[in-house]
């Protein structure tokens, strides 16, 4: 495997971070690529080749591309239902980047490629109830995404699709559905639920508050991913070069409200929840089914929530500790 080079396009990001951490350890060189300078990357690495580029454009794509066998598109301008919702020309425009990456991945003989999709290609007609039906892949169609975000998803699945179609490059494409975890974007306006949640416990119990704010009315449905799990299925998709959009995501289903609870669990606190019904909160209900994850790869992510909750709180907790931090 050492002799193997990839690139991990939005390196910078969470998953992608952790990923980058994976494929080392596997002992793969690896290029990262992200829009972001190095400082704000949640984690860097020296003995991987670091690249600041946006990868919107041609040449930076076509520069990343080279001299690598696989690459891992995770570069994505994106973020939780706050940002995804009011950002949507902006969340659209990250088809350029897997658009550009698939064309300079022909042009420099690229061996496989991988894309990393999401549950919002789903059509909302599905998703309306808190009772929900896991969502099968051939609920994708016919197509009503999540508005935005989700469609650039969609197309982009279908370019990889095609690519692989006409052009025999190795495309393989997940469907994450939310991902949890350390050395994610915890606040600032991207973050998901899982660390939103934790942020406002943890702001709540330094700052004896006595309540938190919740988006929406806390019953709408969710499962949650944690990141070790999610570059477990990345490195199974790759290696078992699965050919069509299959889900990546856990199917143990929680509301929010109850998530809140458990967070409140992990910090000892009891707080008194204010429901916010104007804000963002996404779809009613979401799950998903890992009926044909299992058929191809004989596996599915198992990771229980509140084992990879306790985990992502202490660290939410240990960066806002640092943000806090009193100068001496
Ligand atoms: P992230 O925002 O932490 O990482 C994405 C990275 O892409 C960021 O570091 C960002 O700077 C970089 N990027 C954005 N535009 C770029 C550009 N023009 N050129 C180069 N880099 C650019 O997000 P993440 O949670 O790590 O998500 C990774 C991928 O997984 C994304 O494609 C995302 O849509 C997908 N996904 C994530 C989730 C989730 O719950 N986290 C769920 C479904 C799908």
Known sequence: MSDKKVLVAGGGGF???????QLRSEGFKVRCVDVKPTDQWYQVFDDVENVVADLKYLDACQAACESV??????AADMGGMGFIENNKALCMLSVLINTHLLQSAIEKK?????????????????????????????????ALPEDGYGWEKLFSERMCRHFREDFGLHTTVARFHNVYGPFGTWDGGREKAPAAICRKVIHAKETGAKEIEIWGDGKQT??????DDVVTGIRKF???????????????????????????????VKLEHNHNLSAPK?????????????????????IKLRDGMEKTYEWIHGEYLKKHAQPA
């Open 69 to 74: 066998d696989d690459v891992y598109n995770l």
């Open 15 to 21: 998953i992608g971070g952790h990923l980058t951490a």
């Open 110 to 142: 690229v061996g496989r490629f991988f894309y990393a999709s999401s549950a919002c290609v789903y059509n909302g007609d599905k998703q309306v109830c808190e009772d929900v039906i896991p969502l099968k892949e051939e609920d994708a169609y016919p």
């Open 238 to 268: 790759i290696e078992n070069d699965i050919a069509e959009p299959v889900n990546l995501g856990s199917d143990e289903l929680i509301t929010i409200n109850g998530l809140v609870e458990m967070v409140e669990e992990i910090a000892g």
């Open 282 to 302: 996404g779809v009613n209900g979401r799950n998903s089914d890992n009926t044909l994850i299992k058929k191809y790869l004989n596996w599915a992510p198992g």
């Open 222 to 227: 969710r499962s949650f991913m944690y990141v």
